[in-house]
């Protein structure tokens, strides 16, 4: 063989060793996730459902890499919260235009970049366009996890559900609905709301706010209560309209709502040694305290609550709950939160709060689910709470097999999803 021809030859198999190289380094490369979710900052819930997917995926995909696609409404606090988290992550916003063009550089190449879009917890399938946009313009996999449906909430998803490679209700009321409604998923199950792994924490504001008003860990119960429908116009700075038909709605009803929240409180301060923490889980709920909860109080009741007077988030929330000895009233993400992190809660629901709060039942808890649209609930509800104060320990024995089911699950369910990601 010619000198010239051996050389041809080796560098012909080094360019060829090097271009198996490459597509085998593709191949192999980490699997990549576009998690749509963060729906807005004005409610600690609504933030828990992305660190809880987020916490998920790290814990049973490590291999994967994700990019966050946050909604506009993403605030740097909110945002440098989740860094702390999640130092790695990126973080892009916007939405594809009809052209499919993304809106700004960033999310085009987040586009781009996945593999799969994975639409994280919500009272529905919340960022619809933008999964359907996603869907016509890439033609890549998508799937839903943990959503309600056919709430008000809701829009006409049947056609999109149906293109999903998975969606898990997190609630059965929201599974059965979308059977009947003919939505053809090939699986659809339940699969608990992610905000059941929120593990965020703010040790430091949690201990002086604890220090400042005297609550000792497992010394107090944490109460929170809320309108029929959220005042969003009330927030500084909403724009949001004033909805006359919602604001009688709850003017006619927040009286019966809170009565037996107050008769819990009474109950638990009169017959134990425990405090109560009035606190928010959104911001609309620190003048809805203090007016249906914390004012009417008699005075030797008063003197052992604590009212919240400001909004705080996820991590400095959470922190607290964890050193409580357990969570009672009509929201459902603090205790979702709570629970998760092995703290007993106890939730009252409404008609208007869609059938989220079916969860409870779903997941074994039904004696601690109470419907506040029936007398016989709202009457029994004391004595729970009351029976929840006095031997707090039963409580947390209690939600032990509840968190084996809920850890099981997802387990199955992040299990599915890597089944969809590519192989490495």
Same mark, same amino acid.
């Given at each position: 063989?010619?000198?010239?021809?051996?050389?041809?030859?080796?560098?012909?198999?080094?360019?060829?060793?090097?271009?198996?190289?490459?597509? $085998? %380094?593709?191949?192999?490369? /980490? /699997?990549?996730?576009?998690?749509?979710?963060?729906?807005?900052?004005?409610?600690?819930?609504?933030?828990?459902?992305?660190?809880?997917?987020?916490?998920?995926?790290?814990?049973?995909?490590?291999?994967?890499?994700?990019?966050?696609? !946050?909604?506009?409404?993403? $605030?740097?606090?909110?945002?440098?919260?989740?860094?702390?988290?999640?130092?790695? *992550? &990126?973080?892009?916003? +916007?939405?594809?235009?009809?052209?499919? @063009? %993304?809106?700004?550089?960033?999310?085009?190449? !987040?586009?781009?970049?996945?593999?799969?879009?994975?639409?994280?917890?919500?009272?529905?399938?919340?960022?619809?366009?933008?999964?359907? !946009?996603?869907?016509?313009?890439? +033609?890549? /996999?998508?799937?839903?996890?943990?959503?309600?449906?056919?709430?008000?909430?809701?829009?006409?998803?049947?056609?999109?559900?149906?293109?999903?490679?998975?969606?898990?209700?997190?609630?059965?009321?929201?599974?059965?609905? !979308?059977?009947?409604?003919?939505?053809?998923?090939?699986?659809?199950?339940? +699969?608990?709301?992610?905000?059941?792994?929120?593990? *965020?924490?703010?040790?430091?504001?949690?201990?002086?706010?604890? &220090?400042?008003?005297?609550?000792?860990?497992?010394?107090?119960?944490?109460?929170?209560?809320?309108?029929?429908?959220?005042?969003?116009?009330?927030?500084?700075? $909403?724009?949001?309209?004033?909805?006359? &038909?919602?604001?009688?709605? =709850?003017?006619?009803?927040?009286?019966?709502?809170?009565?037996?929240?107050?008769?819990?409180?009474?109950?638990?301060?009169? =017959?134990?040694?425990?405090?109560?923490?009035?606190?928010?889980?959104?911001?609309?709920?620190?003048?809805?305290?203090?007016?249906?909860?914390?004012?009417?109080?008699?005075?030797?009741?008063?003197?052992?609550?604590? #009212?919240?007077?400001?909004? #705080?988030?996820?991590?400095?929330?959470?922190?607290?709950?964890?050193?409580?000895? +357990?969570?009672?009233?009509?929201?459902?993400?603090? /205790?979702?939160?709570?629970?998760? =992190?092995?703290?007993?809660?106890?939730?009252?629901?409404?008609?208007?709060?869609? $059938?989220?709060?079916?969860?409870?039942?779903?997941?074994?808890?039904?004696? #601690?689910?109470?419907?506040?649209?029936?007398?016989?609930?709202?009457?029994?509800?004391?004595?729970?709470? *009351?029976?929840?104060?006095?031997?707090? @320990?039963? %409580?947390?024995?209690?939600?032990?097999?509840?968190?084996?089911?809920?850890?099981?699950?997802?387990?199955?369910?992040?299990?599915?999803?890597?089944?969809?990601?590519?192989?490495?």
């Amino acid at each position: 063989m010619h000198r010239r021809q051996f050389i041809q030859l080796t560098r012909t198999g080094v360019a060829a060793l090097l271009t198996v190289a490459h597509l $085998s %380094a593709a191949e192999s490369r /980490p /699997p990549r996730i576009l998690l749509r979710s963060s729906w807005q900052v004005v409610n600690i819930g609504d933030i828990a459902h992305t660190p809880g997917v987020l916490a998920l995926i790290e814990k049973y995909i490590p291999q994967a890499e994700v990019i966050l696609w !946050a909604s506009g409404d993403l $605030s740097p606090e909110v945002a440098a919260m989740e860094h702390r988290r999640f130092p790695r *992550l &990126k973080i892009v916003k +916007g939405s594809i235009k009809p052209d499919g @063009q %993304a809106s700004n550089p960033e999310l085009e190449e !987040a586009v781009t970049w996945a593999d799969f879009l994975l639409h994280g917890s919500g009272p529905s399938l919340v960022a619809a366009k933008d999964v359907a !946009a996603f869907v016509k313009h890439t +033609g890549k /996999p998508f799937g839903v996890y943990g959503i309600t449906h056919g709430s008000f909430l809701s829009g006409d998803d049947k056609s999109l559900l149906s293109q999903a490679k998975f969606v898990y209700f997190r609630d059965s009321v929201s599974l059965e609905r !979308a059977k009947t409604e003919g939505v053809t998923c090939p699986v659809m199950e339940f +699969g608990p709301d992610g905000a059941f792994a929120c593990d *965020l924490r703010d040790e430091a504001r949690a201990t002086a706010f604890l &220090k400042e008003h005297q609550l000792e860990q497992g010394q107090f119960l944490c109460c929170l209560s809320r309108l029929r429908y959220t005042p969003y116009w009330s927030i500084p700075g $909403s724009k949001r309209p004033y909805d006359e &038909k919602r604001h009688l709605r =709850n003017e006619a009803l927040k009286d019966q709502d809170h009565a037996p929240l107050r008769q819990a409180i009474i109950d638990v301060i009169r =017959n134990t040694n425990l405090k109560i923490l009035l606190c928010p889980e959104d911001m609309t709920q620190m003048a809805v305290g203090k007016e249906q909860l914390y004012d009417p109080l008699p005075e030797d009741v008063r003197s052992r609550v604590v #009212w919240r007077d400001q909004f #705080w988030l996820t991590d400095e929330a959470l922190s607290v709950y964890v050193r409580s000895a +357990g969570l009672f009233g009509s929201e459902m993400h603090s /205790p979702i939160m709570a629970l998760g =992190n092995g703290i007993p809660a106890i939730v009252c629901r409404f008609e208007e709060q869609t $059938s989220k709060g079916i969860m409870w039942r779903d997941i074994g808890l039904d004696d #601690w689910l109470f419907d506040f649209d029936l007398p016989a609930d709202r009457q029994r509800l004391p004595e729970a709470v *009351l029976a929840l104060a006095r031997n707090p @320990q039963a %409580a947390r024995d209690k939600i032990t097999a509840v968190r084996r089911f809920i850890e099981q699950r997802q387990r199955e369910t992040m299990q599915f999803v890597q089944s969809q990601l590519p192989t490495t």
